[in-house]
């Protein structure tokens, strides 16, 4: 049974951090790229940042680059999204996202809220 698990997630004040993490369990975690999207109220889902299998590369959107960053873990299937200087934009539920050619799979998303 594939499980993409997220956790970290919560309340922190602008220019706060927050360290999301996906714990996988059911695939080859080492196999699959792994993303984290985010949704905020009434917008569309959208891609905040991606990272290969190996993770030898990583790629962001242009809302986090230089604040957020994402890492991984092959031995202990898990993924990481270190987020420092936080905005109130950012405020959102965040998803973990595996991905190997058409397979794909999602973790039920964790909330951050940034408020003061």
């Known amino acids: 049974q594939v499980q993409l698990v997220e956790s970290g997630g919560g309340l922190v004040q602008p220019g706060g951090s927050l360290r999301l993490s996906c714990a996988a369990s059911?695939?080859?975690?080492?196999?699959?790229?792994m993303s984290w999207y985010r949704q905020a109220p009434g917008k569309e889902r959208e891609l905040v940042a991606t990272?290969?299998?190996?993770?030898?590369?990583?790629s962001y959107s242009d809302s986090v680059k230089g604040r957020f960053t994402i890492a991984r873990d092959n031995r202990k299937n898990t993924v990481y999204l270190e987020m420092n200087s936080l905005k109130p934009e950012d405020t959102a539920v965040y998803y973990c996202?595996?991905?190997?050619?058409?397979?794909?799979?999602w973790g039920q998303g964790t909330q951050v809220t940034v408020s003061s």
């Open positions: 996202h595996a991905n190997r050619f058409v397979y794909y799979y």
């Open positions: 990272i290969t299998s190996t993770g030898s590369r990583t």
């Open positions: 059911g695939f080859t975690f080492s196999n699959y790229a």
